[in-house]
């Protein structure tokens, strides 16, 4: 996705591990989660999914236990996922996923920000010829032998694999098949690190240097706020 986007990523990363946001979000997937399809692990792929991302990021085990705790009882707030759409400033389209207990107060802050910034909050719907969302799993790379398994990957669903500088290797397919491509990696033993959902760039929009910051500044209001669980935006 380009240099503007992976010095964008490295610098979310690193303001989530010092401020310990990243583990506020993984609770709420968490409770979505429990919510959705109950506490058994075994019959709840999407909480296996989180804990997987949350055993990745070293979340400690009593906060997970915690969080499915929590989120069974009936006095639990109910996070319910809204997507946000619009464009930020130059031309940059931009997506954010939110986990709100009260969506009157979210889509206020969403609007806010996006009129603050040089941006504008759009419909439903309005860049789904800009993003589609598809799945993804990731693996540290050292984990499987790639030539090995490739096909095995492609037979379970895999429609793109991508083999970053990280060390990670990275599974994408397509949204309705994310159900059972995650069962069969669980069925043939594949340990990935996490798995989720996300939202990837048909077509993406080159940035001139000058104009980054502003950009930046944007993504990182939205991933301030308490609600958002991820921004993606189209810059290559």
Request: aromatic share 8%.
């Amino acid at each position: 996705m380009g240099r503007a986007f992976e010095k964008r990523k490295g610098a979310k990363m690193a303001r989530w591990d010092k401020i310990g946001k990243a583990f506020t979000r993984l609770g709420r997937e968490i409770s979505m989660a429990v919510k959705q399809s109950g506490p058994d692990t075994e019959n709840n792929p999407r909480l296996r999914a989180a804990i997987a991302t949350a055993k990745a990021l070293n979340m400690p085990k009593d906060k997970m236990l915690s969080a499915i705790k929590k989120a069974s009882s009936r006095d639990e707030k109910d996070y319910e996922e809204v997507i946000y759409e619009g464009y930020g400033p130059h031309g940059v389209a931009i997506i954010i996923v939110t986990a709100t207990d009260n969506n009157t107060r979210t889509v206020a802050n969403m609007r806010h920000i996006f009129s603050k910034y040089g941006g504008s909050i759009g419909k439903s719907g309005s860049l789904d010829f800009i993003f589609t969302r598809k799945g993804l799993f990731k693996f540290e790379a050292n984990s499987i032998n790639l030539d090995e398994v490739e096909l095995d990957l492609i037979d379970l669903g895999a429609e793109d694999i991508v083999t970053e500088d990280e060390g990670q290797i990275l599974v994408y397919t397509q949204f309705s098949d994310f159900g059972a491509m995650q069962k069969g990696l669980e069925e043939k033993g594949f340990n990935f690190m996490s798995a989720e959902l996300c939202f990837v760039p048909n077509s993406t929009t080159a940035l001139a240097e000058e104009h980054e910051d502003d950009i930046f500044t944007i993504v990182d209001k939205f991933e301030q706020d308490e609600d958002v669980q991820n921004v993606y935006i189209n810059v290559e």
